[in-house]
């Protein structure tokens, strides 16, 4: 019934830009906070960053604060990331995932509904 679908990612060069998108279906898009994160061969699926509710209200992971930002459209049920100054280090499978929980969720374990990913690959 709920389908997360992301898309944008492809290859780009490092120091470049790319804003990923990812709309929602099947859901009360308005009631969950949303964000985005990144799973690397070998590591942990890692929090990016996330936007609450209304929109109004953001939090970023040390890791890619000033360079990423999160944003979201509730009238066309679609959030965004923006990126800037990408690094190689960034490449990975992107995730956008849905949260019922107010109080600033950064864990994978907070979020019911995740999407399929979209690969961002950056190059030196």
């Known amino acids: 019934q709920v389908q997360l679908v992301e898309s944008g990612g492809r290859l780009v060069q490092a120091g470049g830009s790319l804003r990923l998108s990812c709309s929602a279906s099947?859901?009360?898009?308005?009631?969950?906070?949303m964000a985005w994160f990144r799973q690397t061969p070998g590591k942990e699926r890692e929090f990016l960053a996330a936007?609450?509710?209304?929109?109004?209200?953001?939090w970023d992971a040390d890791s890619v604060k000033d360079r990423f930002t999160i944003s979201r459209d509730n009238d066309l049920n679609t959030v965004y990331l923006q990126m800037n100054s990408l690094k190689p280090e960034d490449t990975g499978v992107y995730y956008c995932?849905?949260?019922?929980?107010?109080?600033?969720?950064?864990?994978?374990?907070?979020?019911?509904?995740w999407g399929q990913g979209t690969q961002v690959t950056v190059s030196s």
């Open positions: 936007v609450s509710w209304s929109g109004v209200s953001t």
């Open positions: 995932a849905g949260s019922l929980h107010r109080s600033y969720p950064d864990a994978p374990t907070d979020y019911v509904y």
């Open positions: 099947g859901l009360t898009f308005s009631s969950y906070a």
